[in-house]
C-alpha cells in the first residue's frame, strides 16, 4: 500500500523503441545496471509502427518520461526528430538515445560507436590505436561507430563492402583522414591487418563473407558487432585464421547501454558483471 508519507514519487520512467524489439535485451540491461547503482528507474519495451515514431516519443514524453532508447528503423528519425545532438550523434547521422532535458530541449546521442570501442578496448584489452583496422560493411551499423574508432587514432582503416561504392562514399566522408580507404572485398588480399571489425549484416543472415585468406596478421583478432549467434560465419573464418581473438557484440550491447545510463543519470556503472550474466544464460 503507497504511504502518505512516501516522499520517492514514482521513478523515472524510459523505454527503449524499435521494431522488432519484443526481443531486445535493453530492459533487462538498464533494470540490471539500475539496480547495481540503486537507481529508481523503470524500462520498458515499446514496439512502434511504422510512420509512428514522433507520435510514440512525443505520448512518451507526455507521459512523463526522461528519456529513450531508439533501435532499428528509427535510429535516423531519432535523429531528425532531436533539436540538438552530440557530435558523435552527428558523425554517425543516427540517434540511439534520447535525453529530454528539463529544459524541455530534446538532446540526441549516439553510443554505440563508443561502446564497440570501450568493449574491445577495456573488456578485451585489444588495442586499436596504432594498428592496422580492416572494417566490413557500409552500412548504418559501421557509420555510427567510426567516429569513435577513429578517435582511437589507428594507424590505417579500410572499409571493405560488398558494394564497394558505398565503402569509398563512407571513407570520404570521414576523409581528409588519410589513413582511410574504401573498396569492395574483392581489392582486399595485399596487405594485412591487426583487427578485422565485421558490421555487415552478413552473420545473421548466416552467410560468410569473400575474405581472401592470409589478411589477418599474426595475433590479429576479430570482433563481430552481432552476438547471439547460434553460428557465425564470420568469427568461424577468424578461427580458421589464427585469430588471437574472437569477440562478439554482447559486451557493446552492455557498454552502448551503460553510456546511456550515464548520460541520463550521471552515474556510472560497473558493465562486468551485467556482461557475466547475460553470458550466463
Ligand atoms: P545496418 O544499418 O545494420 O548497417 P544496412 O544499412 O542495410 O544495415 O547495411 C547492411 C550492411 O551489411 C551493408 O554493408 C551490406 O552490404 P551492401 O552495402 O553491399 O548491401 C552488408 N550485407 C548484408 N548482407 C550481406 C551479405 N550477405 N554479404 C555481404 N554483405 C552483406
Same mark, same amino acid.
Request: with cysteine.
Given at each position: ?21 519484443? !526481443? ?5 540491461? !538498464? ?22 515514431? /514522433? ?36 558523425? +554517425? ?30 573488456? !578485451? ?25 577513429? +578517435? ?55 552467410? /560468410? ?9 599474426? !595475433?590479429? +583478432? ?6 547471439? %549467434? ?13 585469430? /588471437? ?17 550515464? %548520460? ?7 558493465? +562486468? ?9
Amino acid at each position: 500500500m503507497d504511504s502518505l508519507f512516501d516522499f520517492d514519487g514514482p521513478p523515472d520512467r524510459y523505454a527503449v523503441m524499435g521494431n522488432p524489439v519484443s !526481443h531486445s535485451k535493453s530492459p533487462q540491461i !538498464h533494470q540490471a545496471l539500475a539496480r547495481q547503482t540503486g537507481q529508481r528507474i523503470v524500462y520498458e519495451a515499446i514496439q512502434v509502427d511504422p510512420g509512428g515514431f /514522433s507520435q510514440a516519443v512525443g505520448n512518451f514524453r507526455a507521459a512523463g518520461g526522461k528519456g529513450l532508447n531508439v533501435t532499428v528503423p528509427f535510429k535516423q528519425e531519432a535523429w531528425t526528430y532531436a533539436e540538438e545532438r552530440s557530435e558523435r550523434a552527428e558523425q +554517425a547521422g543516427a540517434v540511439n538515445t534520447l535525453l529530454f532535458l528539463d529544459s524541455g530541449l530534446v538532446r540526441g546521442d549516439n553510443t554505440d560507436g563508443v561502446g564497440m570501442v570501450r568493449d574491445i578496448v577495456l573488456n !578485451h584489452g585489444c588495442a586499436i590505436s596504432g594498428r592496422r583496422l580492416l572494417i566490413l560493411g557500409a552500412g548504418g551499423a559501421v557509420r555510427g561507430v567510426l567516429g569513435p574508432v577513429l +578517435a582511437e587514432r589507428p594507424a590505417r582503416v579500410v572499409i571493405a563492402n560488398r558494394t564497394a561504392e558505398k565503402a569509398e562514399i563512407l571513407a570520404r566522408a570521414f576523409g581528409g583522414n588519410l589513413v582511410m580507404e574504401g573498396c569492395g572485398f574483392d581489392a582486399l588480399g595485399d596487405e594485412t591487418f591487426d583487427l578485422v571489425i565485421n558490421g555487415t549484416a552478413a552473420s545473421l543472415h548466416g552467410e /560468410s563473407l569473400p575474405l581472401p585468406d592470409g589478411i589477418l596478421a599474426v !595475433h590479429g +583478432a576479430c570482433y563481430d558487432m552481432m552476438y547471439g %549467434l547460434e553460428v557465425n560465419p564470420f568469427l568461424q573464418w577468424g578461427e580458421a585464421q589464427g585469430a /588471437s581473438r574472437l569477440m562478439d557484440g554482447l559486451g557493446m550491447l552492455v557498454e552502448q547501454a551503460a553510456e546511456s545510463f550515464w %548520460l541520463w543519470r550521471g552515474v556510472r556503472p560497473d558493465t +562486468a558483471p551485467v556482461i557475466a550474466s547475460l553470458r550466463g544464460g
